[in-house]
Nanobody, 120 residues
């Protein structure tokens, strides 16, 4: 089993910053892509940013220049630094990881979600 545990959400004023962390634990041989998704009330879950095992990154247009995704492969941890936050960034943020658990098996795992609320 693989568990993803997120931390770092909270309430912040517009223009402020938050840093999300997500640590993977369990039977992990390697991790391919890691990413952050978010879901606002009444909306579908969307990809915010992802990062490959080699460090290549991808961002949704609405966060480019404001958010930075990074990872520490030694710690099986992915981070999301969020600057210049806007009220429209308010959502539950979910961590995702594609994990090799051995014997050729790969799984797609999710964290429990962390609330980010940006007040105007």
């Amino acid at each position: 089993q693989v568990h993803l545990v997120e931390s770092g959400g909270g309430l912040v004023q517009a223009g402020g910053s938050l840093r999300l962390s997500c640590a993977a634990s369990g039977i992990i041989f390697s991790i391919n892509a890691m990413g952050w998704y978010r879901q606002a009330p009444g909306k579908e879950r969307e990809l915010v940013a992802d990062i490959s095992s080699g460090g290549s990154t991808n961002y949704v247009d609405s966060v480019k220049g404001r958010f930075t995704i990074s990872r520490d492969n030694a710690k099986n941890t992915v981070y999301l630094q969020m600057n210049s936050l806007k009220p429209e960034d308010t959502a539950v943020y979910y961590c995702n990881a594609v994990v090799h658990t051995g014997w050729g098996k790969w799984g797609d795992y999710w964290g429990q979600g962390t609330q980010v609320t940006v007040s105007s």
